[in-house]
């Protein structure tokens, strides 16, 4: 049997390669499955693939940076704020703002 010994440097990059984090968006974030408007009970509120509408009334807001792993999302919005939506079906989703603790269940918007 012969073997085979990996250059220390090749074995540093395949390490590091196998404990890196999954990719952020698994596919292109039109098809995420929270995109469309969601009544949550003190608020209606709409996700696009550019912004986040956090109520009818209000302006939407610039999504900088999405991070999907399982049925989260974390979105980084411009003004700085962390969301996170957990996606239960496709007619339901928990609503959870890092920034200032509120939490809503979310039922999707016909239409």
């Known amino acids: 049997m012969t073997r085979t010994v990996l250059p220390a440097a090749l ?3 395949l390490l590091i390669g196998a404990c890196s984090a999954p990719p952020s968006s698994p596919r292109p974030t039109d098809q995420l499955p929270f995109m ?3 009544n949550c009970g003190a608020t209606t509120m709409t996700f696009t693939p550019e912004s986040y509408l956090p109520a009818n009334e209000a302006s939407p807001i610039r ?3 999405f991070s999907t792993q399982n049925r989260v999302t974390t979105m980084t919005l411009a003004d ?3 969301i996170q939506v957990q996606w239960q079906s496709d007619n339901q ?3 959870t703002s890092q920034t200032t603790g509120d939490s809503f269940d979310c039922a999707r918007v016909a239409g």
């Open 36 to 38: 469309g408007s969601w």
């Open 80 to 82: 700085g704020a962390v």
């Open 63 to 65: 999504i900088a940076r």
């Open 93 to 95: 989703m928990t609503f």
């Open 11 to 13: 074995f540093s990059a």
